[in-house]
C-alpha cells in the first residue's frame, strides 16, 4: 500500500495486511479527512486489520462477532473505554462506507456494542493562578514561547491548531483582532484574541507577512512534538509539579470560563465541541462544592419555615 494512503509513519511496506479491494476501499474513506483525525482513522483501522490477519481474517469476510471479540481483546490489552469506543465508530464508520460504496452488502458492525463512555473528565487540569504562572513564565521565555501558551491557553486551541495556524489567517473584524483556524473535523472558525495574545502573535511573527504563526528552532513549522515539549518545560519553569501537556491548557482554558460564568453554550462553541457532553465533562469534573443545590434549595426552603 503506497504513502499516498496511509502516512509512511503508520505503514511498513514489508506488511500487506489489505487485499487490493481493502486498499482501495480505505483510500477512499481515509480521502473524507485530513490532518491528524485522518492519521488517527488509518491506525485504527490498520490495528484492526492486523487483528484480522492474525485470525487469517480477512476484513470484508468478518462478522460482528468478530469486531465485538476484537474490541473484547482491546479491553483484555487495558485499553480505557473511550479508546475502545473510538476505534470501534473507525471500524462502524468504514464498514458504513464500504456498503455505501457497494463493496459489502451488509456492514456487519451496525449492532456492535460499544462501552459506555464515563462522562467525568480525569484529565489534568490548571487552576486560574497555574494558568496566569505559565503565561508569565512563557512570557520571559520568549515571543514564540508566550504565543504558544496563549493560543492554548487564552483560546483554547488544539496543540494541531496552534502549529498549523498561519500569518495569512490574522485579520481584523469590527475592532477585534483575529485569527481563522483549520478546527477539528475540517470546519473553518474565525475566532478573536485578547489583547494580550495577539501581542505576543505579534512579537512571534516578527516583520514575516507569510508562512506560519510558529516557528520551530530549525526555522521550520513547529510540530506538535516540539509543541508539547515547550509546553513542559515552561510549566516546570512555572513551578507546576503536575504532568502537563498542550491538552492541559485546552482544558484550563475550558474550566476557567466555566468558573468565570461563561453559559455552558458559549463554551462549546469556543471549544469547539460538536457534543454538548464533551463540554459538561469538564463542568462536572470542577470543584463547584460552592455552586451545589443544596444551598440554593436550603435557602429556598428557609424562606417558608419562618
Known amino acids: 500500500m503506497s504513502d499516498t494512503v496511509i502516512s509512511s509513519e503508520l505503514v511498513r511496506p514489508r506488511e500487506e495486511v489489505f487485499t487490493d479491494p481493502e486498499a482501495l476501499a480505505l483510500a477512499g474513506f481515509l480521502s473524507g479527512y485530513s490532518g491528524l483525525t485522518r492519521d488517527a482513522y488509518a491506525l485504527d483501522l490498520r490495528q484492526f486489520a492486523i487483528w484480522c490477519r492474525d485470525l487469517e481474517l480477512h476484513l470484508f469476510a468478518s462478522k460482528r462477532v468478530h469486531i465485538e471479540a476484537f474490541a473484547r481483546d482491546l479491553e483484555a490489552k487495558g485499553r480505557s473505554r473511550a479508546t475502545i469506543a473510538r476505534r470501534l465508530c473507525t471500524v462502524t464508520c468504514f464498514y458504513r462506507y464500504a456498503e455505501q460504496e457497494g463493496l459489502i452488502e451488509h456492514s456487519p458492525a451496525v449492532h456492535v ?27 520571559l521565555a520568549g515571543a514564540r514561547d508566550h504565543a504558544l ?10 496543540v494541531s491548531e496552534a502549529a498549523g495556524a498561519n500569518i495569512e489567517q490574522l485579520g481584523m473584524e469590527r475592532g477585534h483582532r483575529t485569527l481563522t ?14 489583547p494580550r495574545t495577539a501581542r505576543a502573535v505579534d512579537l512571534a511573527i516578527g516583520e514575516r507577512f507569510e508562512g506560519p504563526v510558529l516557528l520551530g528552532n530549525d526555522g521550520e513549522r513547529l510540530d506538535r512534538h516540539a509543541a508539547a515539549r515547550i509546553v513542559r518545560r ?18 484550563g482554558f475550558i474550566t476557567a470560563a466555566l468558573d468565570a460564568g461563561v453559559p455552558l453554550r458559549d463554551v462549546q462553541e469556543a471549544a469547539s465541541h460538536a457534543d454538548p457532553r464533551t463540554t459538561m465533562r469538564y463542568d462536572r469534573a470542577r470543584v463547584s462544592l460552592d455552586r451545589h443545590a443544596t444551598y440554593i434549595v436550603s435557602t429556598f426552603i428557609a424562606g417558608a419555615a419562618r
Open 113 to 139: 456494542r460499544r462501552p459506555r463512555l464515563d462522562y467525568e473528565s480525569h484529565a489534568v487540569g490548571l487552576d486560574r493562578n497555574e494558568l496566569g504562572a505559565m503565561l508569565v513564565a512563557a512570557g
Open 149 to 158: 501558551i496563549a493560543l492554548l491557553a487564552m483560546n483554547g486551541l488544539r
Open 234 to 251: 515552561i510549566g516546570k519553569a512555572a513551578g507546576i509539579n503536575k504532568k502537563i501537556g498542550p491538552h492541559t491548557l485546552r482544558h
Open 181 to 194: 483556524v483549520l478546527r477539528k473535523g475540517g470546519k473553518t472558525v474565525t475566532m478573536p484574541m485578547a
